[in-house]
T-cell receptor, first 115, second 113 residues
Framework: DAGVTQSPTHLIKTRGQQVTLRCSPISGHKSVSWYQQVLGQGPQFIFQYYEKEERGRGNFPDRFSARQFPNYSSELNVNALLLGDSALYLC??????????????FGPGTRLTVL | AQSVTQLDSHVSVSEGTPVLLRCNYSSSYSPSLFWYVQHPNKGLQLLLKYTSAATLVKGINGFEAEFKKSETSFHLTKPSAHMSDAAEYFCVVTPPGGGKLIFGQGTELSVKP
């Protein structure tokens, strides 16, 4: 079975530009979460979506937005890019949105570099 | 609020010797705890999870962790390190009801031949 897939693998943008990152969850999983991992740090939670609705948001500015589609895939959008947005963006999927047994499975990530 | 503290940013062991990666947690409720591993330029892989069943949790690749409520710890161990274990390890906690994952800062494990 295919795991979580993300595209693109790498991306280079300049300050002020906008970027869209894509994620396809494991088949049958209805929840997608996004995390930002800055070099040398642990991942930080950005968003969780379940059944196309936002279920949680981390401490990120409004420049960050996301959505989930009827097929449960998801997009993360970042507007007005800053140098500090350079990071590995990780997508994770799980069967449901809550509950201690809803284990999150991660994709390989998208490496975003902002110049 | 929930949080985890990984007590060592870097651990170095020789191949064939035991591994101990330390994690303390802070939680107002009975937490769900996880260990994830991240190999260079790869995504995160779940090693094991604790969800209030048995306090000794066995994971993949010979790793295990013990939940100790009295010490608020969830240390990761392996009896014998392999070269392929070299990676970054993250201790993770979730708030009551699940949802977002809260990661520690990570421990880089180096394995010497």
């Amino acid at each position: 079975d295919a795991g979580v897939t993300q595209s693109p693998t790498h991306l280079i943008k300049t300050r002020g530009q906008q970027v869209t990152l894509r994620c396809s969850p494991i088949s049958g999983h209805k929840s997608v979460s996004w995390y930002q991992q800055v070099l040398g740090q642990g991942p930080q939670f950005i968003f969780q979506y379940y059944e196309k609705e936002e279920r949680g948001r981390g401490n990120f500015p409004d420049r960050f937005s996301a959505r989930q589609f009827p097929n449960y895939s998801s997009e993360l959008n970042v507007n007005a890019l800053l140098l500090g947005d350079s990071a590995l963006y990780l997508c994770a999927s799980s069967l449901g949105a809550q509950g201690p047994t809803d284990t999150q499975y991660f994709g390989p990530g998208t490496r975003l570099t902002v110049l | 609020a929930q949080s985890v503290t990984q007590l060592d940013s870097h651990v170095s062991v020789s191949e064939g010797t035991p591994v101990l990666l330390r994690c303390n947690y802070s939680s107002s409720y009975s937490p769900s705890l996880f260990w994830y591993v991240q190999h260079p330029n790869k995504g995160l892989q779940l090693l094991l999870k604790y969800t209030s069943a048995a306090t000794l949790v066995k994971g993949i690749n010979g790793f295990e962790a013990e939940f100790k409520k009295s010490e608020t710890s969830f240390h990761l161990t392996k009896p014998s390190a392999h070269m392929s274990d070299a990676a970054e390890y993250f201790c993770v906690v979730t708030p009551p009801g699940g949802g977002k994952l809260i990661f520690g800062q990570g421990t880089e494990l180096s394995v010497k031949p």
